[in-house]
């Protein structure tokens, strides 16, 4: 055999060899470049995830939790009798109670909404704001409370075009900060399921 021809013979596998080390890094490259455009599809799943199935009224982030804050699941809510009410409009007491055995603190403005169907579909707009009330944290030692007026425009001020009126099961409720409700049953009210009308309107919570 010719020195030539050794040398070929000895090339051969080298070239193999670097041949399969050139195609795994190649594959190894391929890999890590998947995750990223795995990302994406991840992290909608776990927003889907933490959503629920009665989505939060729109426009009713409010404070964010509070040291202490209270668990929606240790709560009850309530709607009480309020401070009067002027033509057209009537104003009521939401209150919420500390069910739990230890206290916790609220603060700011609780969302709130009519909902109906027998199902809890929202029906109309959420309550707006009113940022003129005091907004201070709230303790609540167990049994303890937190309330806040929550103004209830009629819906026969509005033409059943403007309003598309529905009798409402009651109302959802997001304690501040929270972003799982409560249900408080109260039929005595009707709702506008259009969304170019605005019946509620909500303080912030504070001490009774």
Request: charged letters at 10%; proline letters at 8%.
């Amino acid at each position: 055999m010719s020195a030539s021809t050794r040398a070929s013979v000895i090339a051969r596998p080298a070239l193999a060899l670097a041949l399969a080390a050139a195609f795994a890094w190649g594959v190894a490259g391929c890999a890590s470049g998947a995750g990223p455009s795995q990302s994406p599809a991840s992290s909608d799943s776990t927003s889907a995830d933490t959503g629920t199935a009665s989505p939060r009224p729109t426009g009713t982030s409010s404070s964010q939790p509070v040291e202490g804050q209270c668990a929606t699941s240790a709560l009850a809510g309530s709607i009480g009798p309020g401070g009067g009410g002027a033509a057209g409009h009537v104003e009521v007491t939401l209150i919420l109670t500390n069910k739990g055995t230890t206290q916790c603190s609220l603060q700011g403005w609780p969302g709130v909404s009519f909902v109906g169907d027998g199902n809890g579909t929202q029906l109309g707009n959420p309550a707006q704001f009113d940022r003129s009330t005091p907004h201070d944290t709230v303790v609540l030692q167990p049994g303890g409370t937190a309330q806040a007026p929550l103004k209830i425009t009629q819906a026969g001020n509005y033409s059943d075009s403007d309003c598309k009126p529905q009798k409402a099961d009651g109302f959802r409720v997001y304690p501040p900060g929270s972003t799982e409700s409560l249900f408080i049953g109260n039929t005595n009210y009707t709702a506008c399921t259009s969304t170019t009308v605005n019946l509620l309107t909500v303080g912030g919570l504070a001490a009774p």
